[in-house]
């Protein structure tokens, strides 16, 4: 399986460099879409300088934290999504056919993939945590470093649940759809200014505060004005990661054993 993983970005980077200009293009839109929503922060933060006690330099850090556990999680798992459009059409019963994990050979298709929005990603979180003030020490990098793998559990667990229902629903767009912007939409301000709802949903029943609210909090010392945590538990966020992958994961074997092919 290392060896065929290996082949797999052998042929996304010799992909890139057949099709330099979709690449280039792909990467300008990645900079304009985190520049647009970075720029819409700071326009919002200009009008209110505090958002329930969270400065602009925060909300920037809170953001750079959620942009790259998912463009992380984009870099390496994004084929996930993928698997509804193989279910109906058909192709999802030639991975049956060969000797590797099913899960594994989807992550593995060929689709230019190439690790850009995570290296912006991680330039866009350093220049963050030095605006924000945060005291760097190497357990600093480790704790970031985890928190980071377990935001990108977090996404990928979400979203192999979601592809897994495609097992029985077969369309799952507007599902897909509703979730992505809870994440998009949401996550880029402190759930604290929502409402009791939003705020249960984001934490426990789809845990994206924890990819980066929680977390956020923590690294800069701030108390949980949403439910009144310790900061401390923003330092769950690998464990809910691994948990969410694994029950996902768990799903994803049982409706494997329930599939019975679409035809194309």
């Known amino acids: 399986m290392l060896a065929a993983y290996v082949q797999y ?4 980077l010799l992909t890139i460099v057949e099709y330099r200009a979709d690449f280039f293009m792909w990467f300008a839109f990645t900079v304009v879409y985190h520049g647009t929503a970075l720029a819409a922060l700071a326009v919002t933060m200009l009008r209110f300088p505090s958002m329930n006690g969270w400065s602009l330099r925060e909300m920037f850090f809170l953001y750079a934290l959620w942009m790259t556990a998912h463009e992380l999680h984009n870099a390496l798992f994004f084929n996930v999504v993928s698997v509804p459009e193989y279910i109906r059409e058909g192709r999802f019963d030639r991975f049956f056919v060969r ?21 912006l990603g991680l330039v866009t979180l350093a220049i963050a945590t030095h605006v924000a003030d945060i005291h760097v020490t190497p357990f600093t990098v480790l704790t970031i470093a ?5 935001g990108a559990g977090i996404d990928l667990g979400i979203s192999l649940f979601v592809a897994a229902l495609s097992f029985w629903l077969i369309r799952v767009d ?9 994440e998009q939409d949401f996550t880029r301000y402190p759930i604290s200014i929502y409402t009791r709802g939003v705020r249960i949903v984001l934490a426990y029943v789809l845990p994206f505060a924890f990819m980066n609210y929680f977390p956020a909090s923590y690294f800069l010392g701030k108390h949980d004005a949403a439910f009144g945590l310790s900061p ?12 969410w992958t694994a029950l996902s994961y768990a799903f994803w074997n049982l409706g494997l054993r329930h599939y019975q092919g679409t035809g194309s």
């Open 232 to 243: 401390e538990v923003g330092l769950l966020t690998p464990l809910i990661g691994l948990l």
């Open 146 to 150: 985890a928190v980071l793998c377990g």
């Open 174 to 182: 507007t599902l897909r759809w509703i979730v992505m912007s809870l």
């Open 9 to 12: 970005w052998k042929i996304n």
């Open 99 to 119: 000797p590797f994990d099913t899960l594994f050979q989807v992550l593995t298709v060929p689709s230019r993939t190439f690790p850009d929005g995570f290296i």
